[in-house]
């Protein structure tokens, strides 16, 4: 009836999502309980803390600025540096392009104590401008930029 990849999958995604089952029913849990609770004992109570103590929305509202921020920054770097780098002709548009892309290669590990030391140095630490700027340019967006819009006629 069932085939063995069916009981498989099934197995599979118990195993996953068991783990989430025993979390959500932990979380409404009276507070101070100790394992899972009779469905009359549920309450929301835990969310409710959650939401008050520990400032929900405004870290959603930190989040959405600078996400907003970023992307918006991004786009316009990006297509402004891909649009001069596919349709202007200049000399040592190539090695700019390749430094462009060599950037991809660099980890975001090994930048983080320069970038630190220049937000300091502009104090910025603590501040939107930290998160966002760091990231207000992105060589993949400048590169996928550059090569895509020579394909597209004016």
Do not use: C
């Not at 599979?12 to 899972?36: H, M, Q, R, T, Y």
């Not at 109570?45 to 929305?57: C, D, I, P, S, V």
């Amino acid at each position: 009836m069932f085939s063995i990849s069916t009981i498989g999958l099934v197995l599979g995604a118990a195993i996953v999502l068991l783990p989430l089952a025993i979390v959500v029913l932990a979380s409404v849990a009276p507070p101070g309980s100790v394992g899972i609770a009779r469905i009359s004992q549920w309450t929301g109570e835990n969310y409710r803390n959650a939401w008050e103590k520990g400032q929900f929305l405004l870290a959603f509202a930190n989040s959405t600025i600078v996400a907003l921020a970023v992307t918006l920054l991004q786009i316009i770097t990006s297509t402004l540096a891909g649009y001069a780098l596919a349709r202007s002709r200049f000399w040592g548009q190539q090695t700019i392009l390749v430094i462009v892309l060599a950037t991809l290669v660099i980890p975001f590990q090994l930048l983080v104590i320069p970038i630190f030391l220049v937000l300091k140095w502009g104090h910025l630490i603590n501040t939107y401008g930290a998160l966002i700027l760091p990231t207000a340019t992105s060589g993949f967006g400048i590169f996928s930029d550059a090569t895509i819009l020579p394909n597209h006629s004016s």
